[in-house]
């Protein structure tokens, strides 16, 4: 069984940048795409970005591309910059058995408890 962890969100201002952070425990996910989606009040949860098992292959949703990067090791990153106050939200990492991202949250197979990113104007 994996299980994520995600940190690394805080309150940042407008324009400020964060870095999000999923590691797992009791199972590597090596192998595994990996995405994180987001979750704002009243809203449904949402697709951010995706990379696949190697890093060789991301994509992104069309409001964070040029801001946002994922990237991976043994942990999931997610690097959080020109950070706008629409992007305040729960953001949560996501793990998919397959080799490949996708962009729909329920190809996935794991999930983190989320961590809160408010970004203040």
């Known amino acids: 069984q994996v299980q994520l962890v995600e940190s690394g969100g805080g309150l940042v201002q407008a324009g400020g940048s964060l870095r999000l952070s999923c590691a797992a425990s009791?199972?590597?996910?090596?192998?595994?795409?990996m995405g994180w989606f987001r979750q704002a009040p009243g809203k449904e949860r949402e697709f951010v970005a995706a990379i696949n098992w190697s890093g060789g292959s991301t994509y992104y949703e069309d409001s964070v591309k040029g801001r946002f990067t994922i990237s991976r090791d043994r942990t999931v990153y997610l690097q959080m910059n020109s950070l706008k106050p629409e992007d305040t939200a729960v953001y949560y990492c996501a793990a998919r058995r397959n080799s490949m991202w996708s962009t729909r949250s329920n190809d996935y197979d794991y999930w983190g408890q989320g961590t809160q990113v408010t970004v203040s104007s």
């Open positions: 009791g199972r590597t996910f090596s192998g595994y795409a």
